[in-house]
């Protein structure tokens, strides 16, 4: 079946760092979503992204969908310690509305 | 205030019996979806809706049961059939547009624990 690829699996940085991450996938997507889970808690859906090529911002994140539509990137710019959390991706393809996920990111944010 | 709500936040069963767990949405959203989240996985989907009255099975359906008989509602039921129950359970609910998903939220999420 469809797969996405999040690596690694954790990553720790400094308050006030830049971070990428990037979902790869062998499959094409029509959308992209990315989210924000904290412990336990839902997902929080941050960014959602329906054309390749596509480059979305909310606040200090940006998004993109990319060009061969089998992957997406997602930047923090000047991270906070309130960034810390795990940061899924997810694509869709198709008329179906089910969702594929990556297994996330751990991001830690040291002060 | 519009969302998903999942009750109870916690719950706790013995081994053998059925658990029913509650999703309501009040966003009008055609489609809902119920996941299970193991430590250090991602989201499995177990059952998913797209219309009232109507649902399909995702990948890890075996010992789940789902219904669908009001848009705003989609109880999942974790049977004594489900070898490990232990999991966080989340729902989820869509807009679906012409060319297919728009977006999906989720609720909060019940921690169920079967001992």
């Known amino acids: 079946g469809q797969q996405l690829n999040q690596s690694p699996q954790s990553m720790f940085i400094q308050e006030g760092e830049d971070v990428s991450m990037n979902c790869t996938s062998s499959s094409i997507f029509n959308t992209w979503l990315w989210y924000k889970q904290e412990p336990g808690e839902g997902p929080v859906l941050l960014i959602a992204l329906y054309k390749a090529g596509e480059l979305t911002s909310n606040g200090r994140l940006t998004a993109q969908f990319g060009i061969t539509r089998k992957d997406s990137f997602l930047n923090i710019s000047a991270s906070i310690p309130s960034d810390v959390g795990i940061y899924f991706c997810a694509g869709q393809s198709g008329a179906n509305s089910k969702l594929t996920f990556g297994k996330g990111i751990t991001l830690s944010v040291r002060p | 205030d519009g969302g998903i709500t999942q009750s109870p936040k916690y719950l706790f069963r013995k081994e053998g019996q059925n658990v029913t767990l509650s999703c309501e949405q009040n966003l009008n959203h055609d489609a809902m979806y119920w996941y299970r989240q193991d430590p250090g996985q991602g989201l499995r989907l177990i059952y998913y809706s797209q219309i009232v009255n109507d649902f399909q099975k995702g990948d890890i359906a075996e010992g789940y049961s789902v219904s669908r008989e009001k848009k705003e509602s989609f109880p999942l039921t974790v049977t004594s059939a489900q070898k490990n129950p232990t999991a966080f359970y989340l729902c989820?609910?869509?807009?679906?547009?012409?060319?297919?998903?728009?977006?999906?939220?989720f609720g909060p999420g019940t921690r169920l624990t079967v001992t």
């Open positions: 989820a609910s869509s807009i679906i547009g012409k060319t297919g998903l728009v977006q999906q939220y």
